[in-house]
């Protein structure tokens, strides 16, 4: 059991947090004012397997016992915390993992602070509560920037991009998976299944990745910003917020590309979407997965009246929040265990969507549509679903370049128009895409 000494104290400093995180290897989290980088390992936890969730728990909750820590902030997300990020599929070969940051700064609001971390039976040097710096900011890296291409078939997350793969021969076999499943929901082997697509591309080993988290943090205001063990992104769909025993969630689910050159075809957009029983259908889906998991671990669970559009710059979406009462003492790592996956990021009924994902998308999903976050040693933390998302991979020894594996898709219902969600997909990418452009 390793034992963890973490000291956090208030910082007058407001540094600019993109500029201390690690160019290569960055540990952040981040929209607005809310928002935490990481700067190098105290601790790397690996879990896999359909009991990752409960593992990653149990084990975080002997290690946040076993810790000393030292905190008189005592907010969310102060004293000892982890960032994460878990696997969509039991089956996946990816790893899951718990990653505690040397040095954290974050600032929530007004409020900003330091964490140093060190491991009490290792050589170095317990942290000193007088002795609290903040890291260097690291100077601007270069950045070359990627396009994307069709990864091979069969491939899994994070392996480089076959670029002789024609890109139309990738989108038939997503028109032609999405209407294998269309079928099986005719035939009524399920009610709805979530299909996605992968583009892949490659970049410098030494290029900097604060570049496209800049760009997302940026331009989606409304997403959370994140970055945890080459996992990058900015999703607009919190799985579960876990604080001082309030519980929050947001579903989304139902989707239209936006029309910004067009303030009126915009706004058609934006009314098709709250008007189309299909899509509301599929929000029902989504939403009903979400309360159904909650209700055992929550009391007063409540929920928007009607689903209401939430507005990014790439899409509109049907959106509902909801808001509960935390019942016995859960951590949030066991509420994202209950809830994952959602009808969102899979399908109804769940099993039997996830099947037909695993024998219709012709690739591993990794961490895409798995969930990433942070948790502290009360066990309180934000899960947000990993969308609009890349996979990062490890520099290649012989040409020095890595992988970057991008996601996207949507839910499958029986009288859904196979074009349609295909370009709902080059919506759901385009955040990934502009971000890594040169």
Known sequence: MPRLRAITRTLAATPDLLSLADPRHPLLWYRGDRACVGVGEALRLTFSGPARFAEAAERWREIAAAAEIDDPVRMPGTGLVALGSFTFANRSAAESVLVVPRTLVARHRDRWWITEVAVLSSDDPPPSPDALEL????????????????PRAGSRAGEPVDRT????????AYLSGVRQAMHRISQGDAEKIVLARQVSGGIAADDDLRVPLRRLAERYLDCWTFAVDGMLGASPETLIRSTGGAVSARVLAGTRGRHPESAG??????????????????????VQSVVTALSPHVRELRTSEEPFTLRLP????????????????????????ALHPTAAV??????AAVDAIAELEPFDRGRYAGAVGWID???DGEWVIALRCAQVGAADPETGERSVVASAGGGIMADSDPEHELGETVSKLRPITEAFAE
């Not at 793969?165 to 038939?172: C, L, Q």
């Not at 009314?271 to 189309?276: A, F, G, I, P, R």
């Not at 899979?346 to 099993?351: F, S």
């Open 135 to 150: 890291p260097a900011p690291q100077p601007p890296g270069s950045w070359a920037g990627t396009a994307f291409a069709a």
């Open 165 to 172: 793969a024609p890109d139309s021969a990738a989108v038939d």
């Open 265 to 286: 075809r915009d706004a058609q957009a934006r009314d098709e979407l709250l008007t189309s029983a299909k899509e509301q259908h599929e929000h029902a889906f989504a």
């Open 314 to 337: 790439n899409v509109w979406h049907l959106a509902t929040d909801l808001g509960a009462c935390l019942g016995e003492r859960s951590s949030s790592l066991e509420l994202v265990g």
């Open 346 to 351: 899979a399908g109804t009924p769940t099993a």
């Open 377 to 379: 040693a009360a066990g």
